[in-house]
């Protein structure tokens, strides 16, 4: 079947460690997102990548850091720079053939804590 | 600038009502799409249902509808005979033609559905 796995589930951290957070998709999809959300709120767009080799900041990339070297792959990496990592995070992906009407597809998130 | 608006934090209905909740959207893009989101306490994304600018009949999907009034602005998501299991995060969410690559997400509407 196909779909979006992120890996591990559940994460925990402690202060000043950098911990990457795993995101596969076998749907053969151009572009890939990462999202935080935070308890009772919206999604909000760290970074999303069009293409391998490239990706853009999205509206909080400060302390996080992503890759895309192959088109399957899109794992985020939580430095040690952002202050308040602990939250829900959800890795997309979506085709890009049909311009607006295709939807996201989503993973089932990874959930970090920092102790 | 592109925006999504979900005016309602959270919403009761009882078993069996119909509900509608709200999603008014901002953009200057003459085509784009609309697209409704179920998250439950799981934190799963799941999209239920989608609108294009030039779709001239409103979407539906077995007890889902939008109700899309272009004028307005507006992409409301109708839920008929709710159920127990609706009880969730619901998402409105936009992609533009200039800029298809990216989604923008409203806040969010929390669904209580009373038995």
């Known amino acids: 079947d196909g779909g979006i796995t992120q890996s591990p589930k559940y994460l925990f951290r402690k202060e000043g460690q950098n911990v990457t957070l795993s995101c596969e998709q076998n749907l053969n999809h151009d572009a890939m997102y990462w999202y935080r959300q935070d308890p009772g709120q919206g999604l909000r767009l760290i970074y999303y990548s069009q293409i391998v080799n490239d990706f853009q900041k999205g509206d909080i990339a400060e302390g996080y850091s992503v890759s895309r070297e192959k088109k399957e792959s899109f794992p985020l990496t939580v430095t040690s720079a952002q202050k308040n990592p602990t939250a829900f995070y959800l890795c997309?992906?979506?085709?890009?053939?049909?311009?607006?009407?295709?939807?996201?597809?989503f993973g089932p998130g990874t959930r970090l804590t920092v102790l | 600038a592109q925006k999504i608006t979900q005016t309602q934090p959270g919403m009761f209905v009882q078993e069996k009502e119909a509900v509608t909740l709200d999603c008014t959207y901002d953009t200057s893009d003459q085509s784009y799409g609309l697209f409704w989101y179920k998250q439950p306490s799981s934190g799963e994304m799941i999209f239920l249902i989608y609108q294009g600018s030039y779709d001239e009949q409103n979407a539906t999907e077995g007890r889902y509808s939008l109700n899309f009034q272009k004028a307005r602005k507006s992409a409301n998501l109708v839920i008929s005979a709710s159920q127990l299991g609706d009880s969730a995060m619901y998402f409105c969410a936009m992609r533009v033609r200039y800029n298809f690559n990216k989604f923008y997400f409203g806040s969010g509407t929390k669904l209580n559905v009373k038995p």
């Open positions: 997309a992906s979506s085709t890009q053939g049909a311009g607006v009407v295709n939807e996201q597809f």
